[in-house]
Each structure stands twice: as structure tokens, then as C-alpha cells.
T-cell receptor
């Protein structure tokens, strides 16, 4: 079946540091890939997505590229801010099934 | 526009008791989903409604869980009787029906935290 594997957290960085959160997936065919973020006290919200191989999703300075050859969708940001502290979830959805498959989440803590 | 709302935000019950969680989706969203996150692990799919019909309930763990969506508006998830392993955060999400496309954007509520003692 489909699965998503994320690097374990927590990840603690200083402000303006470079961020990478690794995500790999297992799925047949060509799933769509997503990053969701959950800020403290809020529900999950879509951060970015990519629907086909080599697509790059981007939003709020975050980027992730759909790599079919390595089955990966790593999240990156060049310079993190304290306000980026949150839990980040990688997810996939497969054509014909609208339910998302999530990873276990990675908590990011950015210190001033 | 109001987002997805869930109630209660936190419930503490004893093993064997019953709890009912409620979700109000965004108005006009036909698709409603329930997910659960246990002990910091992955968020797992429970079931999917399209209007009042259960489209996919393959993630429901056992028959102690009952989900309903009367009239295709709000939904309830009842756990009866609750067990210790049911503790976790229950998320509800909704989405518009994109007519077969697969945008994957779900709008989530803040979750209902259930603690079973």
C-alpha cells in the first residue's frame, strides 16, 4: 500500500538557518505529493503541492521538488524564521482515492 | 467564511465510556474526512463521506467506532465503549468536490484531543 516516511524530529534551528526536512514515499503509479503545516493551536493547512514528476511546489519561501527517481519530496527553506515553528507533514494522494496518506510529522523549532 | 470546526477540543473519559466528537465542515463542501493521530505518529485516515454517504470507511479500526453525517452537513464520530488505545487527536477535514480532479487540498479543523484513562 501507499506510505510516507519523514525524518524524525524535533528539528531545532537558529533563525536564518537553512532547513531541509526529508520525505520519501512508496506508491504505485504517479501520486500527487503535499506538504501540510500545523502551527500551534491551529488545524493543518496546505503549504505546497506537486502533482507530477519534476514539478516544484513553493509557498512562503518553502520549496519541494517531486523526484520520481528517488521517490522523494524533501522540504527546503533557505532562511527560517521563528514564525516557521510548527509541525510539518508530508502526504500523498493517489488518483481515484481522495483520502491523503500522511507521514508521522516533523516538529520544527526555530530559536531567535 | 467559517473554517472547519470541531467540538470538543479536548475530552477526558474513562475506559468503557462513550464519547461523541462533532465536526462542522466548511459550508458547501460535500467531502468530509475523519483522521486520527495517535501518540505523535502518522495521521491515519479513518473514513470519507460524500454528502451523507460513506465513500470509503476502510480506515475505521473496529466496530466501536461509528460515524454519521445526517443530511450531509455536520458529522459525528462516536466511540463506544472507549479503550485506552483510542486516545489521540481526531481531525476532521472537508473539501469541495473538484469533479474528479485530484487537488488534494483538504481544509482541516483544529482537532479533538481524546484522552481515555
Amino acid at each position: 500500500g501507499n506510505s510516507v516516511t519523514q525524518m524524525e524530529g524535533p528539528v531545532t534551528l537558529s533563525e536564518e538557518a537553512f532547513l531541509t526536512i526529508n520525505c520519501t514515499y512508496t506508491a504505485t503509479g504517479y501520486p500527487s505529493l503535499f506538504w501540510y503545516v500545523q502551527y500551534p493551536g491551529e488545524g493543518l493547512q496546505l503549504l505546497l503541492k506537486a502533482t507530477k514528476a519534476d514539478d516544484k511546489g513553493s509557498n512562503k519561501g518553502f520549496e519541494a521538488t517531486y523526484r520520481k527517481e528517488t521517490t522523494s519530496f524533501h522540504l527546503e527553506k533557505g532562511s527560517v524564521q521563528v514564525s516557521d515553528s510548527a509541525v510539518y507533514f508530508c502526504a500523498l494522494s493517489h488518483a481515484g482515492r481522495r483520502a491523503l496518506t500522511f507521514g508521522s510529522g516533523t516538529r520544527l523549532q526555530v530559536q531567535p | 467564511e467559517a473554517g472547519v470546526t470541531q467540538f470538543p477540543s479536548h475530552s477526558v473519559i474513562e475506559k468503557g465510556q462513550t464519547v461523541t466528537l462533532r465536526c462542522d465542515p466548511i459550508s458547501g463542501h460535500d467531502n468530509l474526512y475523519w483522521y486520527r493521530r495517535v501518540m505523535g505518529k502518522e495521521i491515519k485516515f479513518l473514513l470519507h463521506f460524500v454528502k451523507e454517504s460513506k465513500q470509503d470507511e476502510s480506515g475505521m479500526p473496529n466496530n466501536r467506532f461509528l460515524a454519521e453525517r445526517t443530511g450531509g452537513t455536520y458529522s459525528t464520530l462516536k466511540v463506544q465503549p472507549a479503550e485506552l488505545e483510542d486516545s489521540g487527536v481526531y481531525f476532521c477535514a472537508s473539501s469541495q468536490d473538484p469533479g474528479g480532479s485530484n487537488t488534494g487540498e483538504l481544509f482541516f479543523g483544529e482537532g479533538s484531543r481524546l484522552t481515555v484513562l
